[in-house]
């Protein structure tokens, strides 16, 4: 973010040295760190809100996307039809063979 090295950053720590004395400095330190946490909190809330917005917005435009496909609907039908067909039960047409099985044997061949 900010381009300062190791010599601008002692300079900086001499000058509060000399400006704000001994007995203070470690309390403005304290107050600076609590501070700089503060705002870096903030700033990550901010950007985290501005994501969740961001990736609500592309949703929103994906799904309308997808509603504005005209055979979409017609897809889910078709499916929804064949699931409906193949749960119906199969009826098996009548044949010689199950007739064979379903008539009573003539009375005469006893």
């Known amino acids: 973010m900010f381009d300062i090295g190791f010599w ?23 107050t600076a760190g609590l501070w700089l946490g503060r705002a870096r909190h903030f700033v ?9 917005e961001i990736a609500a917005d592309e949703l929103k435009n994906t799904l309308s996307k997808q509603a504005e496909a005209p055979g979409l609907y017609d897809i889910v039908e078709d ?17 010689e063979k199950n007739e064979a099985v379903t008539k009573k044997p003539n009375d005469a061949s006893r």
């Open 8 to 30: 601008e950053l002692a300079i900086i720590a001499v000058v509060a040295l000399l400006v704000i004395g001994p007995e203070r400095l470690p309390r403005v330190a304290r």
């Open 44 to 52: 990550s809330t901010v950007k985290a809100d501005i994501d969740r």
């Open 79 to 95: 499916t929804r039809r064949a699931i409906q067909e193949t749960q119906q039960p199969v009826v098996e047409p009548p044949t």
